[in-house]
């Protein structure tokens, strides 16, 4: 058996000049070396004559050596190999440019095999740079080969580390290659998989694409099988753990869903009777509750937080303690002001503790008495931000814990919240970002899931547009007439500000938004002075031209405020709101917006989350396109949340990106017109949710760093089928073997696999 954990510079032809360059793809062991895989696969499986050949063609040809020359370009310092290939149907020039040695390996008379692309110049086709291998004297046709012929891996590389160099280290290791399957054949039979030795050979180097996919299924599978195992052993931790049990009180929950202004629908009640079930429960709740936008999680919340609130103690007094914790001030602002007027009717003392705004029920007092009245119990719903894990902030029966918008908070700010209780608090995180189902039952693995689907009762659907340059004018008309009806309009833009220098490497501020294009504070430049992407024929230089040239189009909210409230609505009155702002700022010009004192208000990303401004019914967004679908559907989440029928204008980029950058700019122009055409068709969060990730795909969706999940693993999650595989395996497992004592190998894996992966 091989040792997977033997350090990579023990492998012949590692030198210590390519070792760091090595660690820098984080390949340290042969381990590592193995599951360094393929990003893609070059197809090079047909040997075409040389006569067959054609422009711009990816071809494998193979023949020999009858001329080769070097020659210098002096003034250039450039050194160009051209050679003649010729094979029984006619001959064709190989160049190679800065490569000398090869006019001594590749001498006349030497057969060769060449896979290359053909190129054209004036004096006929030839093969640009190809990669060569030398073929033995007594080979007709080689078929067997690392470079030149078969679907041939390309692998992800740094500088000084080739694809190349990856496959003269990986192939020779796949001839010899005898490792333990950490799974059974008992398993392997079950699930339809290939064996590990097997899948490795075929991943590195396939006959066929079919093949590769066999490959791919099989350590996806893997990866899965370890997450769900992990999960399932943090569920079985958790349950193991002690809380508070919180008796359900049907009498006090359903007055309290009475008085409420609204009804509750099916969802809401589903969640809730979800939730009030699982605090009864003498171990901790951990559930994850997933809600459209605007579909009513905190009233949810509310009703656990109000039972909590109104329990009996062991001692005989009332009331458990509830924390609320939300990742901006603007949302732990927008839940307090929800929740003070919900439960105006109780005698239960609300608290609000973030960095710069101290309250309670009963008074406004020093930070110092807010958290005293905290600590000793009389404060029962505290809401916050990350000012509630201060050292100095105790808790005096903390029962559950509220954490909204989930993903924003790491593992060691929720644990901050528990420090130091022989009763763990139940846990229920909040997320409006809606997560297909398959996606969520594989990261949230250990969480149970609530989710709420349909909106409040009357609330009409909002009408989204895509506004094309053309159609500014008409759009800023009909903003005049809605605000003349007495309603409030939503600007969003990219940016903050514009930049004076119109650098585009200008450091991103806040308000950025991960894994979606630049959000607020993003490298910016002068619109009225960026100059034509056609100034420069200097390749770098006309390249941050044109950079410069889109990002130019990319509305600032400074530039955009001035604009539209000196120009297009001097009449009107417009605010401005952005991330750099201070709390308190952001704070007070939120609430003179909801209180009617501005009729518009231009913003970067910041009010994409927990805003509820029931009178805004017009969200226009400059450069819809920069932004992602999801990210899209938030800021749409902001109105229609009234009575009156509400607007999505989609402002579009004034120049086409496919005008001002070539190649990939012009495919990310055709996503971004899937993304907002997906909009417009539906305002179903999880089917936009669904589409996103048939978009974007998986891993671009939800991003490696926040799952917790491997490349590979990542691609699998549209595999839905290779999912419930993967779970029902680990159930399986663990049910028979709990603590995997017979699955040794198995075990392995999952130490390692916990020891470098985050898991979230």
Known sequence: MMDLNLPVEKLKNVGARNLP???????????????HLPARYEDYSKIIPIADLIFEQKATIQGTVVKIDSRRIFPRRLVIIEAIIEDDSGSIKAVWFNQPYIATTLTEGTRV???????????GLYLASPSYEKLRSDDYLAYHLTHTHGLIPVYPETEGISSKYLRFLIKPILTELDIADHLSEESRTRNGLIGLTTALQKIHYPLTLTEADQAKERLAFDDLLLFQIKALLERRKINQLKSQSIPFDKELVTDFIKRLPFELTKDQKMAAWEILKDLEKPYPMN??????????KTVVALIAAIQVAQSRLPAGRQGYQTVFMAPTEVLAHQHMETIRKLVAHTNIEIGLLTSSTTWTTYSLGRKTEIKRRIANGDTKIIIGTHALIQ???TFNNLALVVIDEQHRFGVAQRAALVKNKELVPHLLSMTATPIPRTLALTIYGDLDISIIKEKPKNRQKIITRIVPPSGRQEAHQFIRSEVKAGRQVFVICPRIEVSVTGDPTSAPGPGTSPGGPPASGSPSTTGSKAKSPETSTNPRTKAGQQMKFLLADMKAVQEEYKKLSELVFPDLKVAMLHGRMKPKEKTDIMARFKEGFADILVSTSVIEVGVDIPNATVMMIEN????????????????GRGEHQSTCLLFTSGASSSQVLPGKISEDKKTSNQRLKALVATDDGFLLAEKDMAIRGP?????TGQSGLPDLAMAALANVELIKKSRAEARLILTTDQNLTNHPELKQQLLRFQSIIHFE
């Open 391 to 393: 050292k100095d902030v």
């Open 624 to 639: 819809a396109d920069h932004f992602g679908l999801a990210q899209l559907h938030q800021f749409r989440g902001r109105i």
């Open 287 to 296: 559930r994850l509750m997933e809600g459209d936008v605007g579909s009513g």
């Open 113 to 123: 095999s060449l896979a290359g692309t053909v190129k054209l110049d004036k004096r």
């Open 699 to 703: 891993g671009e969706f939800f991003g």
């Open 21 to 35: 360059r090595l660690h820098k793809l984080g390949i340290k062991t042969l381990r590592d070396l193995l599951w």
